[in-house]
């Protein structure tokens, strides 16, 4: 039986993270389970082949696997120091050999995957920290991977269309960083999120939520939809016709 999404699945070393980007980010926390409840709820029954971009310590790759037990998953990221945490975190998973994490860049672990040979392609904030080309070509190669009926599953900071009220939004963010880690002292964490949003919301970086929508349909994916979104914090799904 598969693991109910809950609160309970975080617990030791990876609910550590996981309440720390619930305190920072809240809402990168919920669409986590958001992208694995899409998951788990999806063609239920069939078994599925996946892949994860962007799974830093694990925390949404954990959702993943315990959403669904019909369910293989290759979960990527380039940085290692995040892999070797998944690694630890989920290391019952891995022997049970339900999923094998790969240090990769994303596209060009992509380029060398066959033509239509996943069914899934799921992705929890890390597709926003690409350069807007480097995003191109790899929501192409995306679409080049996913079988026929396959789905993509982004949960990430989509910029708002609307600049006054994106800024008041990130200003807003901003200010609660500093109210939630300066309670806890954590001025270390305060400065590589504040240093990091510089580059999430550079020209080169920023994903705006109209254009991104438009690129997808562009590269051909159908069924294309906003299923969640709260201020910058989206769920996108798309289907590989
Ligand atoms: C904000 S973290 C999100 C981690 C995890 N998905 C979560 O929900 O907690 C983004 C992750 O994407 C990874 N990443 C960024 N650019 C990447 C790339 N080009 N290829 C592979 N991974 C990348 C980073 O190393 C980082 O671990």
Known sequence: ??????????????????????????????????????????????????????????????PLLAGRDELHLTAIDSAAKMLDQARSHLSDRVAAGRVQFVEADALGFLRGLADASLDFVSSNYAV???????????????????????????GDR??????????????AEVRSWFQKLGAIGRYDLLEDWVA???????????????PALERMEAIGFSDIRVEYRDGVD????????
């Not at 080309?133 to 599953?153: H, M, Q, S, W």
């Not at 989509?158 to 200003?171: E, F, G, I, K």
């Not at 990091?196 to 939520?209: A, G, Q, T, V, W």
Request: with cysteine.
């Open 128 to 154: 926003h920290n690409f350069l807007d080309d480097y995003r191109r070509e790899t929501l192409a190669e995306i679409f080049r991977v996913l079988k026929p009926g396959g789905l993509f599953v982004n």
């Open 234 to 241: 989206t769920l996108l799904t798309a289907i590989k016709p």
């Open 1 to 62: 039986m598969a693991q109910h999404i809950d609160e309970n699945l975080f617990t030791g070393p990876i609910g550590a993270e996981y309440r720390m980007l619930e305190l920072i980010c809240p809402n990168a926390a919920l669409l986590a389970r958001r992208v694995a409840d899409r998951v788990a709820h999806w063609r239920e029954g069939e078994k599925l082949e996946g892949l994860e971009i962007g799974c830093g310590t694990g925390v949404s790759t954990l």
């Open 158 to 171: 989509y910029a708002m269309d609307d600049r006054a009220a994106h800024l008041a939004a990130t200003q």
């Open 196 to 210: 990091h949003l510089f580059s999430d919301e550079s020209p080169e970086h920023i994903m705006y939520l109209a």
